[in-house]
């Protein structure tokens, strides 16, 4: 059964202090791993698509990097407005079609 | 105006009740999916479909049914509400293209009494 894991599960951060949140997966036929962030009572908002192990994208202080089994988010020096849920997703064949499958998710809060 | 909108925002209805929820989008994606999100469950899919004629059961179909009424509209009936359906429920959109990304509603807070 395809999976999506991410870890931790909540995050604590002052500002300025880097880290990663981590997202593993064990799907075949993958078509794309998604990182979104979840304001709270929002809807999931798109933050980057990544492929082939290897890639990265970056958007300000956020990295995302590609391996085989598992994808990272970096977040560089956060500041307080990068507090959120991010989400991570993978596009896998099931069924018959190919359909997003999410993780759980990581709430990170960033202390000023 | 927002590209993927949902009616109502906030619902409480009681238990036995049915109750639909609507979802209208102007991303001209041929896509569309809802989602219910429970604490510490993250994003759970009930229905998807790829195109007006094409309907697919999720992962948690059981009690829910949809309907594809135009490419930009989608939506998600609760035949007979119970308790367990209390949830956040947001409706998203993606074109047949890559990147896939999905583009999501605001979401539909949901009480069943």
């Known amino acids: 059964e395809d999976q999506v894991t991410q870890s931790p599960e909540a995050l604590r951060l002052q500002e300025g202090e880097s880290s990663s949140l981590n997202c593993s997966y064990t799907v075949s036929g993958l078509r794309g791993l998604f990182w979104y962030r979840q304001d709270p009572g929002k809807g999931p908002e798109f933050l980057f698509t990544?492929?082939?192990a290897g890639e990265e994208k970056e958007k300000e202080r956020l990295k995302a990097t590609l391996t085989k089994k598992e994808s990272f988010l970096h977040i560089t020096a956060p500041k307080p407005e990068d507090s959120a849920t991010y989400l991570c997703a993978v596009q896998a064949f099931s069924g018959g079609s190919y359909i997003p499958t999410f993780g759980r998710g990581t709430s990170l809060i960033v202390h000023p | 105006d927002a590209d993927v909108t949902q009616t109502p925002r906030n619902r409480i209805t009681k238990t036995g009740k049915r109750i639909m929820l609507e979802c209208s989008q102007t991303?001209?994606?041929?896509?569309m999916y809802w989602y219910r999100q429970d604490p510490g469950l993250g994003l759970r899919l009930i229905y998807y479909s790829f195109d007006v004629k094409d309907i697919n059961k999720g992962e948690i179909s059981d009690g829910y049914s949809v309907s594809r009424q135009a490419q930009a509209k989608f939506s998600l009936s609760l035949e007979s509400a119970i308790p367990n359906q209390t949830a956040l429920y947001f409706c998203?959109?993606?074109?047949?293209?890559?990147?896939?990304?999905?583009?999501f509603g605001p979401g539909t807070r949901l009480t069943v009494t």
């Open positions: 990544l492929y082939s």
């Open positions: 991303k001209g994606h041929d896509r």
């Open positions: 998203a959109t993606s074109d047949f293209t890559a990147p896939y990304e999905q583009y």
